[in-house]
């Protein structure tokens, strides 16, 4: 199935947690963390929002950093993706 996001949307999906600290220990997955880390795999045409321009900053296959509680999450084909707002991202990394 392929997705196309509206708007100044974006769909990620999470690049894998940690399993194990530094230290080796193993952790379960109740005890990791949310992942903050995505790789972006459709982006938005952007346009006139509330009117104002947006342009869109990301491109698929870029990797960024996102706010812990933002955008929506789905179940598609048997990924877990996130649908957020390209405000909603705080950083690409390189």
Do not use: C, H, W
Not at 4 to 11: N, S
Not at 66 to 81: L, N, Q, R, T
């Amino acid at each position: 199935m392929t997705i196309k996001p509206l708007f100044d949307k974006i769909v990620i999906e999470a690049v894998d947690a940690e399993e194990k600290t530094k230290s080796g220990i193993v952790l379960p997955n109740t005890a990791q963390e949310k992942p903050q880390m995505a790789r972006v795999i459709a982006v938005g045409p952007g346009g006139i929002i509330d009117g104002k321009e947006i342009v869109m900053q990301v491109k698929p296959g870029d990797k960024v950093l996102y706010s812990k509680y933002a955008g929506s999450e789905f179940k598609i084909d048997g990924k877990e993706v996130t649908i957020l707002r390209q405000s909603d991202i705080l950083a690409v990394v390189e």
